[in-house]
């Protein structure tokens, strides 16, 4: 078995890594965030790291949709797949996400009705197939999914759909990342911004990060090369001390976004005051919920929620992983009671979770990362 | 379910215009090009496909440095492909 995949152009990326380490200061190391789980999972998948010279570290972000999902959302689902004559849709990654009683399949086996679907569309169609039964959507995702979902709800609006609702955990990226500049336990230099959530929301929500905190962000594509290109360009900030946005994904994200989805997404949803991140705790202004104006598509105001906070497993150390303090292997469960087969915790349950990037790929490159460590206790 | 992944438009619905038949992979499935309105795709254009809508327009050669990087990901993208096998938008 092959370690670390040699990718396409590894032999640009060593050009870019000798540019990236010549511009390092001696002495000082970096910390550049990953906001995102397609991003690390690119990272792990082919040892970016190790393209990388040693002073600059690359922290796991929280922008991980399943992994973010609280323990009383997933016993909320289940209370509503619960109800009579209910049949609940998901996505595939959300199966395994461990209830405080057990994920999706574990309530199946005990008679609910919960399939995965590819898109909410799919679930409009089981709707219409099947008009005795309620059907709900579970629908989890940042920016990048939270237009399907409000397109979804417009479609059965205008069909007049009347055995179809969503229950809706959609989150947003800008309060996450700002919980993250603001809490004391991370000095961060700069962001690798989320590819393609910025197809939807463009770069300028990002502004206030270099504006008010003084940290460059680059939005970045999903190729090894454009990860290595996006340190760079932090990098060439910070030697020239800017701190902007930049785009290193031009080739799909346009600067002001999707004005379309942002339009279908604010006509469907609007902010909660609050919500839960599991390990985060509550951020304030951080996911979406389904404006009065289409109540009845609400499975929030269909159903009552026992809305019963869960705290997390004791042995889960999933809120520092997300937060960027701890790396996966240092969670004391990490790789013995938690793998991917049997996660504890939600980043060892989506592949774009750090907990099961690292498992699946990292592994192979540990003998890099155990002497950055042992550096950073010496 | 956040993979992004390049799509081929085949054909527009006539019914339905804001549906469009793509092909992925080799897989041939119907999703929803409603989010690009502003500026519709045709047929022989590449989209990036999320949970069953087209987010974006790219080109041919990004569509093919997207795929290439897809299936060096293996299983995800596998399960994903599979997810849409069994999709039927309309
Ligand atoms: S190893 Fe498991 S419990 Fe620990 S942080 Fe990762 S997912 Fe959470």
């Known amino acids: 078995m092959r370690f670390v995949d040699e990718f396409r152009d590894a032999d640009k990326a060593r050009a870019l890594s000798a540019k990236i380490t010549s511009l390092c200061e001696p002495g000082r190391r970096y910390k550049f965030m990953e906001v995102c789980g397609g991003h690390t999972h690119t990272i792990y998948k082919h040892g970016l790291e190790d393209y990388l010279p040693e002073n600059i570290q690359l922290v796991h972000g929280p922008g991980c949709p399943v992994c973010v999902i609280p323990m009383g959302r997933v016993d909320d689902s289940i209370h509503i797949a619960r109800q009579p004559d209910v049949l609940m849709t998901s996505f595939g990654d959300m199966m395994r996400v461990p209830g405080s009683g057990g994920n999706f399949f574990d309530s199946n086996a005990e008679g609910t009705n919960i399939r995965m679907v590819y898109s909410p569309l799919d679930s409009l169609k089981i709707a219409r197939q099947n008009p005795d039964l309620r059907v709900v959507f579970m629908a989890i995702g940042f920016e990048t999914t939270t237009p399907s979902t409000a397109m979804t709800v417009l479609r059965a609006a205008q069909e007049g759909l009347t055995n179809f609702s969503v229950f809706c955990n959609h989150v947003t990226i800008i309060p996450a990342i700002k919980a993250i500049l603001d809490s004391p336990d991370l000095r961060l230099d700069g962001f690798i911004g989320p590819g393609h959530v910025s197809t939807v929301i463009g770069c300028r929500p990002y502004e206030f990060i270099s504006r008010d905190y003084g940290k460059p962000l680059v939005v970045a594509g999903f190729e090894p090369l454009d990860i290595l290109q996006s340190i760079y360009m932090l990098m060439l900030q910070l030697t020239q001390n800017r701190s902007e946005v930049e785009n290193q994904y031009t080739r799909v994200v346009p600067w002001n976004g999707n004005a379309v989805a942002l339009h279908a997404m604010s006509e469907v949803m609007e902010l909660r005051p609050y919500f839960e991140w599991r390990g985060l705790g509550f951020i304030t202004h951080s996911a979406m919920r389904i404006r009065e104006k289409y109540a009845s598509y609400d499975a929030e105001r269909i159903f009552s929620l026992p809305g019963v906070r869960v705290a997390d497993p004791k042995a889960c150390q999933c809120g520092e992983v997300l937060k960027g303090v701890l790396k996966p292997w240092e969670c004391k469960v990490f790789g013995t009671a938690c793998t991917p087969e049997t996660p504890i915790g939600t980043c060892m349950v989506s592949p774009e979770g750090a907990c099961a990037a690292y498992y699946n790929f990292g592994r192979f490159s540990r003998s890099r990362v155990r002497e950055a460590s042992l550096h950073e206790h010496a | ?90």
């Open chain 2, 1 to 90: 379910m956040c993979l992004g992944i390049p799509g081929e438009i085949i054909e527009i619905n006539r019914d339905q215009p804001d549906l469009a038949k793509v092909s992925v992979s080799g897989v041939k499935r119907t999703i929803n090009i409603g989010l690009l309105e502003d500026d519709p795709p045709l047929p022989g254009d590449w989209i990036l496909i999320h949970v069953g809508f087209a987010l974006s327009k790219i080109d041919e050669s990004e569509a093919q440095a997207v795929l290439d990087f897809l299936e060096g990901i293996g299983q995800s993208y596998e399960d994903e492909l599979a997810a849409l096998r069994d999709s039927s938008i309309e």
